[in-house]
């Protein structure tokens, strides 16, 4: 049996052992605005509900471990005392992991994902159209836990709306398990998924992934490439380059033979076909080889 005393290894590390150990954990896709009016999203899976009279959820933006710096979303909350927590299901994970980037303060995390913003009817911060559950909250009470890289603190959400799609809602009226399809997480890139098991998610990029928003709309909206497959696509920090396609087609002929068709439908399929194995660069790669064939 491995016995730890917390204050005797490195911070990370039992951050890593805390969240692979205790899991799955639901996830809190927190829209904020700052003080100036700006949208903000991010996910947390400190996060859970507490109470149902009144309705409390508390989630938790820790203090960043390696550099005890705060996090944009609980700069928010402190100053515009308002949130909404929308709820991740299995068709928006890849979007939502990509929100997690670290971009700056500022940068709309609804566009970078590839978001719809909603208009809330109680509170401030839009909601996330995509959700399939979101609820509307007045932030009560901030709680510091401490100001040492990874201290948490919670914020303790009293809700004042919810609204549900009432395409996840069974014969009876109540949220159907299967319909809802909701994602948890665990340690490191694995989440969980009910009715599938465990899957990984690649963690965005130290740098700046390019986004959702960065993506020509001829692929963006495209009939065949889902929320997932754009997300992937978003996290990468440069396209490949006009050489490195040129030497991909080479390579690959019989990837000449779809891109000669002209069918987005095909082409977009090939893609995917890569992105169903995590080959993000060779999914652009097609991508790419298709728009310079235009």
């Known amino acids: 049996m491995l016995t730890i005393k917390p204050g005797e290894i490195p911070t990370a590390k039992l951050h890593s052992y805390m969240l692979s150990a205790v899991a799955p954990r639901p996830i809190a896709f927190a829209s904020t605005i700052d003080q100036d009016g700006r949208p903000n999203l991010s996910p947390f899976s400190f996060f859970n509900v507490f109470s149902s009279k009144p309705p409390i959820m508390i989630f938790s933006p820790n203090r960043r471990v390696r550099d005890n710096s705060t996090k944009h979303t609980l700069e928010n909350v402190i100053v515009t005392k308002e949130v909404v927590i929308n709820i991740v299901n299995f068709s928006m994970v890849q979007q939502t992991s990509l929100s997690s980037t670290e971009y700056p303060q500022g940068v709309n995390e609804?566009?970078?994902?590839?978001?719809?913003?909603?208009?809330?009817?109680?509170?401030?911060?839009?909601?996330?159209?995509?959700?399939?559950v979101q609820f509307e909250c007045k932030v009560r009470e901030v709680i510091e836990l401490g100001q040492e890289g990874g201290a948490g603190n919670l914020v303790i959400c009293?809700?004042?709306?919810?609204?549900?799609?009432?395409?996840?809602?069974?014969?009876?009226?109540?949220?159907?398990?299967?319909?809802i399809d909701l994602v948890s997480r665990l340690g490191g890139n694995w989440y969980g998924r009910p009715s599938k098991g465990l899957f990984e998610v690649p963690k965005p990029l130290t740098t700046l992934g390019i986004g959702v928003d960065s993506i020509p709309e001829s692929i963006r909206w495209s009939k065949?490439?889902?929320?997932?497959?754009?997300?992937?696509?978003?996290n990468v920090e440069a396209l490949p380059t006009t050489e490195e396609v040129t030497y991909f087609l080479h390579q690959n002929v019989s990837i000449k033979g779809v891109i000669s068709t002209f069918d987005q439908d095909k082409i977009h399929l090939k893609a995917q076909e890569y992105l169903k194995v995590n080959d993000v660069i060779s999914a652009w790669k097609v991508l790419l080889a298709s728009l310079n064939n235009e």
């Not at 609204?163 to 319909?179: P, R, V, W």
């Not at 065949?224 to 978003?234: I, R």
Request: avoid cysteine; charged fraction near 30%; charge should be negative.
């Open 110 to 132: 609804f566009l970078k994902a590839g978001f719809t913003m909603l208009a809330s009817e109680e509170v401030r911060p839009y909601r996330v159209k995509e959700s399939p």
């Open 158 to 179: 009293e809700v004042v709306k919810m609204h549900i799609d009432e395409s996840i809602l069974d014969d009876s009226g109540n949220i159907d398990q299967h319909k």
């Open 224 to 234: 065949v490439l889902t929320g997932n497959d754009l997300g992937m696509l978003g």
